[in-house]
């Protein structure tokens, strides 16, 4: 069962746009969320993240914002550059029977920025 | 300072034979997450490991699959007798201390793309 849902596999965007990255989840205990970003032929980066306590978080020109009534959070990217096109991840820790918490993830959501 | 190493990053297996893949944490990581990225899929979690123990194997299949992360040398996942739903790829993660911290990071190493034929 997927916990963590991007039911956005592709989004374009033109450059200097805003892109907006959505991220759905069912797990209401969940209290903390990442976002990763990969390209292709590498590993997954870190990009940004929120605690469940806080409503937004702004990193230069990427924003989480977190909606816990919704169980809802979305990532945007202003403005938007052709460096940015990628596949984002949306995961949360989940905490495991030994204790320790792991990553599950989202299927992502590939941008395309187009210049 | 060099990241987390995947190797190799590519392998060819026929059905039924082995496939071993390697990995080094990042230096100071003592923590290794193995997951695996199915087309068209997230990654999913497969196991977690600290040297010589694994602590978490919940997301590892019961069959043809294990792990170890020996006191020298990268850890290993090793998969039995491979069948062309293996192809996939294959992440190796680290972390500095235990994700009991919900803000450590995992970093992530480039991945081994397996495919089965």
């Known amino acids: 069962d997927q916990q963590v849902k991007q039911n956005s596999p592709s989004l374009s965007v033109q450059e200097g746009r805003i892109s907006i990255l959505n991220c759905d989840y069912t797990n209401s205990m969940f209290d903390y969320f990442l976002w990763y970003k990969k390209y292709p032929a590498e590993g997954p980066t870190f990009l940004i993240s929120i605690s469940s306590i806080k409503d937004k978080n702004e990193d230069g020109r990427f924003t989480v914002f977190l909606n816990k009534s919704a169980k809802h959070l979305s990532l945007h990217i202003v403005p938007s550059q052709p460096g940015d096109s990628a596949v984002y991840f949306c995961?949360?820790?989940?905490?495991?029977?030994?204790?320790?918490?792991?990553?599950?993830f989202g299927k992502g959501t590939k941008l395309s920025v187009i210049p | 300072n060099a990241g987390v190493m995947q190797n190799p990053r590519h392998l060819v297996r026929r059905r039924g034979q082995e496939a071993r893949l390697r990995c080094s944490p990042m230096?100071?990581?003592?923590?290794v997450y193995w997951y695996r990225q199915l087309p068209e899929e997230g990654l999913k979690f497969m196991v977690y490991l600290q040297k010589e123990n694994i602590i978490d194997e919940s997301g590892m299949p019961k069959e043809r699959f294990s792990a170890e992360f020996p006191k020298e040398g990268p850890s290993i996942l090793r998969i039995q007798q491979v069948v062309r739903g293996d192809s996939a790829a294959y992440f190796c993660a680290s972390s500095r201390a235990v994700l009991a911290a919900l803000q450590e990071t995992q970093y992530f190493g480039p991945g081994t793309r397996l495919l089965v034929l």
């Open positions: 995961a949360a820790p989940v905490k495991s029977g030994a204790g320790s918490y792991q990553l599950t």
């Open positions: 230096k100071g990581h003592s923590h």
